[in-house]
Structure formats: structure tokens, C-alpha cells
């Protein structure tokens, strides 16, 4: 049993193969958090928990002259405002009287197999047997407010997943204004957050500070997850890095405004609270209703953050993405945006495909532009039927002559908004969010669909599954332009504005959820502005995701680098693009952006059209070598070989299969000196007695220096790991070279 309840003790035990959760029923009632961390095989850690009288740290009622006893100081499972614990809240509730309290005591428990799942949210799935939950229901006896945390322990993965459900059993109606689904409050002082900050084109770099007195916060208002902050964190002890530290990872399974705060209180120790942002938010719950707070996977490593993320890239790919996809090889594809932007024609776009099927490219993408009257980026969003000036034949035209090309076909759509000057609006004026009284926030020229209403999700669920019920649709790119603002409903009650933000998230799960059960069949990815909205609620719907706009391959190693801490290789989704590249105007070697996107769900995008023999030659190479080694890349083991924030000269990284009989490591010069140092990488993940064969290949596209530079070399796994692998001397900037590792037979 991977949960177990000491009724005795009132002492909760949660073990998975390297980590224990413990927590303690107190002599009050109260759920207390005794521990999270390395296993502890035995025994309860009930010592732990200690209290001297503190001024300024009062004592619950029924604690009596206890005075030891505070809610201030104790470390609680599921804090709530209002009751004596002044630290970062989970839960605050509004009674119908104004008070605002709750004071969450034990009632029960339950064990039971497999894993609880959240009605309309997305979730860690597992089959009977793959997982264990536990529920605990605590109760809010003055009001009669109920809520049940519930815990899902993946053993093999070292992950405890938490969320909550909040009802109102009492009689008159409540309010929340706070509603996040899990705390940590662990005993120590030494953690550092590591956070992943950036912007549009600039997605999760990473970032690391001390937590300190006070709080350090990581949050999206954006009615996103955002570009700006992402809803995954890691607490680690001081100095942990990929091989050595002990760190928490937490991950918020959900795709609007978050927060995760990190707080050290007076007695130095730390709180870690993640949920919906509570700012705008405001949520009513009559007599018997029930409210889910979404899910948060903690992961824990003992060993540093590397483990940590091939815990989750592990978990994400086996429990949380779903449908035909979630472990077969993906198509690589061609996009058009980057080539033609809104300007094409079905010949245009048909000459493009030729091509691409000519250099191996197994699927076109039809981006944005080919709906209603959209040539620029003001118009035509909400008209969901083809364009006959540029598609004569529509959707299904079109498709019909991609396949007969021997290609699949994919499309670009975005659902979730609306551009004044189109027939949506025109019809249905109220179907954005906008304040009344007020003129609209504009970014991009377009406006957001109220997803909250069912008209509007019925609609584009009708409009834009007629396009694919009619045409032979085998990818479809799900886009998202920009922020909410405004967030106001025509359809909701003034009293009820507070619920628009969250009802807008359930409103695109819910379409999302229509869209690929009705179309299992077809590859979906999902966009925001490239990785707006790249979180683990997304994934369970699609299983991967454009990773940014940013299609520069020098700066997608930083960002590629940033996302692989929470996320698998096969969620994201990376492109070769045009030399120079159209965002920062860096000449890179095809082979280069080649190496940097195969750590992805791999395709291109440019004019193919315009490429040299040389460049079609290596492209057809490259998508030669991809297939060949997709799945390891994809579903293999990942290890950064290199801090992308602090080594300048070189990034590297590497693939390992489970069995660890092949690997592949890749290398990418950042900055060429003109008196090079020696640079070297010590490979991970081989068995440390095998024998490897080591090919080393320096990739070019150099007019003139047709045959690649090899060197093989053979070695142990040991040697490989401790001593590690010379890096040839690079001669230019961006210069590339890769390992291939197989294991020899003895
Ligand atoms: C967003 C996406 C791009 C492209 C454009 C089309 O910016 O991230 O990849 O699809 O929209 O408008």
C-alpha cells in the first residue's frame, strides 16, 4: 500500500519509490503537515511538530490554555483565512453574515485504488492499480463547509498529486474568494524557487532566488498561464543542481490566472500555496454546491533537478497526455506561416506542399489566413468557413489535393476569439467580454470570445467541426492571441463577474474535451503567440505544444532548455526556419537549427521552395536521421548537459533510451573564441560497466565540405559519464556536432 492511516496515531503516510508525505489528525482536529520529502520507509514523524506560547500567535478555542497550540505556527495541509494562521491562505470564505472564516476539521477518510479524476478539469489519469488516492474531509462545523483534499500517489514516478473539492453543506449561501488547491508547509529554510519567467518570443527562462522572509511570487493575471510567468516551480535546498540537491517540484494542471507563492514565516519555516489566482476571483457556491480547485503534481527528487524532470517528462507522456498520439512518432511537418504569413493561394500553398513531400516532409500545415475575409490580423476571427478567393474549393479541396500529394493534411484555427470586423461580431456583438460602459483592450486587433457562454462554444463547435467532419483534417494547430482583459459577461449576473476568468478556462476545456473526443484521429497542438499557454492543463488535451514564436534556433536552446525542467520533448513543439531568421536576423547553419529542433516535435518552417540542392540534400538528411532516431528523442530520457544560463561558450544535451543501450548527444557552439579552450561533456544515464561505441559526427552545411567529420572512439559507460567526451574545436559560432552512443555487444 502506497497510503496508509494510523488510526491510532491519526497519522497519514504516503510513500513512492524515493519520497514520503506524512501528515497528523492533531489532538484537535486540525490536518497538520508533518513531513514531504526523502523516503522514510518507517515510523511517523509526529515529533516534528512543536509549539512554545508565542505572543502574537493565538490559540483556537477549543485548544483551551494550551497556548503552545497555534494555527500561526504549526504547519497546516490545507490553510484557511480568518482562524488564527496569518500565513498565505488556500481557502477564504465569505459567509452570508461578512464574516469571512473557516476552520477546517478531520471528519473522514477514505483509501481506495486508482486515481480520483476532476468533472471538467484536467488531471493525471491512471488506470486501477497505476495509482492509489486519498480523500480526507474537513469541515468548517460554524458553517458547515466542507472540503475534501485529495491526494493521487503515482509511486513509480515519485509524484503525489493533490486538488480539492469545496462545498457549501451549510444552508445559506457562501462566497469564496479563495480557492487554491494545495499547501506545503515544510520545516526548513535553506529553499531556493526557481521560477520560469520571460515574455512573447522568450518563453521560461529560468530564474533562482533565495526565499526569505516575506513571500516570493510567481503569478499570471492574464487569464492565461501566460508568457510571462509559468504555473511550474521547483523549491530546492541551496545549491541543488541537476545531480545533487533535494528539490519539490510543483506543477498547476491548469490554464488561466494562477499564483504560487513561496513564504517564510516568523519561525523560518516555508509555505508553498499554488492555485487560481485569487485576484478577480470570486466564486458562489449555494446551499449543496460543490467548487474543484484544479490539480497540482508535486514531484520530489532527492538527487537534484534532473530526476525531478524526467520524473514528470515520464509522467506527462504516460499519464497525462491521452489519445492516438499521446506514444506514437509524429509526422514531420511543413508550416506555412513563416513563409507566407496571411498571403497565399491554394496554388501557392499546393507548390509549397510539392515540395516539402519531395524532401520527406510527411505533413502540411495550413496556418492562419484561409478563413473568412482574414488578410490581416483585424479581421475575419469567429468566421469559421474557408476563404473561396484563396481555398475555391474549400477545406476539403484543398486536403483532398494534400493527400493525393501522399501528404497529411493539418489546419491553424483559433476559437477562442474575435475580430470586430467580422460576421461573429457583427451577429453577436455580446458574445466578447466587455465591460459595459468601457471600450475594449485590443491586442492584436482582436477581442476574446466569451467562453463562458455555451452559444458561443456550441457555435464554434458546430462551425469549425463542419470543416473537419467534411475535409480529411489530420493536425490542427488550437492558437490563442493574446491576454484576457475586460472580463465581464453579458450572460452572467453582476453579483457573479468574479467567475468569468475560471469560467472561461472551463469553458475552453469543455470545447476542447468536445473537439478530441469527436476527433481522436487527428494530431492536435496547441499555441498562445507560440508558448503563451504552455502548462500541464493543455496537455492533457493535446499533446504538444508550439513552444514559440521565436524560431531563431540559438535562442530557442534557452528557451527549449527552460521548458525541459517541467515538460517532456515530445510536448514541444520546435521548427527549422528561414537563414537569416526572421526574428532577430541570425545567419545559422541549416544543420545547426536541424539539431536544435529535433529536441521537439520536429517539422519546418520556411519556403522550401527557395532552398539550394545543398540545403534540400541536407534537409532530406535530416529528416532521414530524425525518423530514424525519433522515438528516442521523443520518449527516450532527457539530461541537459549544460547550464544554458551561465556556460556561454556551448549548450549540450542528450537522449537515453530506457534500456540505455543507445544515446544521442547533441552540441552547439554559442560563442567561438578566437584562442579556444578545450570543451568537453560528460555524458548521463549509461550503464556504468557497458562498453560504448562513440561516433562523434561535426554536422556542416558548408558549400565545399560535402563529407562530415567523424571520430570514433569506444569506451565504458563509466568513462563516458566521469571523464566525459571531447568536444571537437569549433571554428565558427553556432557550429554544431553530435554523439551518437550505442552500446556494444559483449
Ligand atoms: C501565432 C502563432 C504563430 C502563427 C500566428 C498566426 O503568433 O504562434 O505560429 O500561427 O499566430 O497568426
Redesign the pocket.
Known sequence: MAITFNEKTKVFSMHTKNSTWQMQVSKYGHLLHLYYGRKISEGELSYLVRGINRGFSGTPYEAGEDRAYSLDTYPQEYSAFGVGDYREACLCVEHEDGSRAAELLFDSCEICQGKYMLSGLPAVWADKGEAETLKILLKDKASGVEVTLLYGVFEEYDVITRACRIRNGGETEVWLERALSACLDIQRDDLEMITFYGRHTMERLIERGKCRHGKIVADSLRGSSSHQQNPFVILCETGAGEEWGECYGMSLVYSGSFLAVAEVDQLNQTRFVMGIHPQGFRWKLKAGEEFTAPEVIFSFGGSGYGDLSRNLHRLYREHLTRGKYRDKRRPVLL?N??AT??HFTEEQLLSLAADAKELGVELFVM???WFGGRNH?RCGLGDWRANPKKLPKGVKGLAEKIHQLGMEFGI?I?PEMINEDSDLFRTHPDWCLTAPGRTPNRE?GQLVLDMSRPEARDYLFDSIGKILRKAKVDYV?W?M?RSLSDVWSGACSAMRQGEIGHRYVLGVYELMERFVSCFPDILWEG????G?RFDAGMLYYMPQI?C??NTDAIERISIQYGTSFGYPVSSIGAHVSVSPNLQTGRTMPLATRGIVAMAGAFGY?LDVRKLNCRERELIREQIRWYKQYQELMLYGDYYRLTKTEENQDFAAWQFVSRNQKLSLASAVCLHARSNPLFGRIRLKGLKEDAWYQVRRERLTDEPGMESEEQEVTMCPGGGLMHAGVNLPVFEKDYESVRFVVEMMEC
Open positions: 508550416n506561416w513563416e504569413e496571411f496556418d492562419d489566413g490580423d491553424w483559433e492584436r494547430k492558437d492571441n499555441c498562445s503567440g507560440g503563451g508550439w514559440s514564436d518552417e
